[in-house]
């Protein structure tokens, strides 16, 4: 993938905020801002047009939500992939845009490094998660339910089942490989018979997944 451009729509409907976006990821070699959404429904329509990468989502817009927009995008296909943004880090939309299949989020406020970080890491098949914050969300949303056991879980090998949790811990391939003294092909091939086992579209859905079958603790 050297000398390819990650291709970035942004959709959101203060045209300031957008006019900022472009600003900053214009200005990255390996970036490019192909297009513009100012509601979600807009967004539906610049995913399925092809030719973007990723897809900076704001949450709330007129006329389609984010969360329904990325609903829609997720259920076309792998790509775009959507990386939600959200003002407030304890924001139950922005986790329920993760549960319809965003690659991850991140505050308005991050800085331009984050933000750049976040779009080349969800661009690349990985997450885009800030931990602590992820944590709370979800532990929020599963405070009040009890955790619920899956007959997939039963044919996670042991070791598939530390790697798990260690993901829903948010950390990285690297750290799960120190931590377990594995390579890091022989992570990223557990993750993908993680992915495999259990259904899930990508790291965001396997973290969710762990709180929701108590395999991440409180």
Do not use: C, W
């Not at 192909?34 to 973007?52: T, W």
């Not at 296909?77 to 939309?93: A, S």
């Not at 098949?125 to 039963?154: K, Y």
Request: charge should be negative.
């Amino acid at each position: 993938m050297t000398g390819e451009r990650i291709r970035v729509a942004i959709a959101d409907d203060q045209q300031l905020v957008r006019m900022g976006l472009r600003m900053v990821l214009d200005a990255q070699p390996d970036i490019e801002v192909v297009a513009e959404a100012e509601d979600g429904e807009h967004a539906v329509a610049v995913a399925s047009d092809g030719g973007v990468d990723v897809i900076l989502m704001d949450v709330r817009m007129p006329r389609l939500d984010g969360i329904a927009a990325t609903e829609r995008i997720a259920a076309a296909g792998p790509l775009p992939r959507v990386l939600v943004l959200t003002t407030f880090d304890l924001d139950e939309y922005a986790f329920a845009a993760l549960r319809a299949g965003a690659s991850g989020f991140l505050l308005k406020d991050a800085l331009p490094a984050d933000l750049l970080g976040a779009i080349r890491a969800v661009h690349a098949g990985d997450a885009a998660l800030a931990p602590s914050v992820t944590r709370r969300m979800i532990e929020q949303f599963t405070a009040h339910a009890a955790p619920r056991p899956s007959a997939e879980l039963d044919a996670l090998t042991p070791r598939e089942r530390e790697i798990f949790a260690a993901i829903a811990e948010g950390l990285t391939n690297d750290e799960i490989a120190a931590r377990f003294y594995l390579a890091s092909s022989t992570v990223k091939t557990h993750i993908g018979r993680l992915l495999q086992k259990l259904g899930a579209r990508d790291r965001v859905q396997l973290v969710i997944l762990a709180y929701e079958a108590g395999i991440a603790g409180s």
